[in-house]
């Protein structure tokens, strides 16, 4: 399941050089992070987990079978447009899912910008 998280610009707004280049510097060696059309990817290192295995968990064995190959890449896109970022996680475990998130409050944080559902 995807997740979209929205930064929305109110009196400032990023260039998307200035949006790569924090993608860049928040990531350092963390990720891989690559511009595609209308949205950067960024390819975190090591694969999808689940904080509960060996807990007897009921979900554990459909999660080991949702975060199997091919779906056991972490990435984050981050769609720029005129007037927002969309942030998004698809099938992501809870690391990348917190990752993003803490983005999302990041660009908030700095560019005095709001959020929306």
Same mark, same amino acid.
């Given at each position: $399941?995807?997740?979209?998280?929205?930064?929305?610009?109110?009196?400032?707004q990023?260039?998307? !050089? !200035? &949006?790569?280049?924090?993608?860049?510097?928040?990531?350092?060696?963390?990720?891989?992070? !690559?511009?595609?059309?209308?949205?950067? $990817?960024?390819?975190?290192?090591?694969?999808?987990?689940?904080?509960?295995? %060996?807990?007897?968990?009921?979900? +554990?064995?459909?999660?080991?079978?949702?975060?199997?190959?091919?779906?056991?890449?972490?990435? &984050? !896109? &981050?769609?720029?447009? +005129?007037d927002?970022?969309?942030?998004?996680?698809? $099938?992501?475990?809870?690391?990348?899912?917190?990752?993003?998130? %803490?983005?999302?409050? $990041?660009?908030?944080?700095?560019?005095?910008? %709001?959020?929306?559902?």
């Open positions: $399941m995807g997740l979209d998280r929205f930064v929305v610009w109110t009196d400032q990023p260039t998307r !050089e !200035e &949006i790569g280049k924090v993608l860049s510097n928040f990531f350092g060696g963390a990720a891989t992070v !690559e511009w595609h059309n209308d949205r950067y $990817m960024c390819q975190l290192h090591g694969v999808n987990t689940f904080p509960f295995n %060996g807990l007897g968990n009921r979900a +554990e064995a459909a999660n080991r079978e949702r975060y199997a190959p091919p779906f056991d890449v972490r990435f &984050i !896109e &981050i769609v720029v447009s +005129e927002n970022l969309d942030i998004i996680t698809r $099938m992501q475990d809870e690391y990348t899912n917190c990752v993003a998130q %803490g983005l999302q409050d $990041m660009f908030c944080r700095y560019w005095r910008a %709001g959020t929306s559902l």
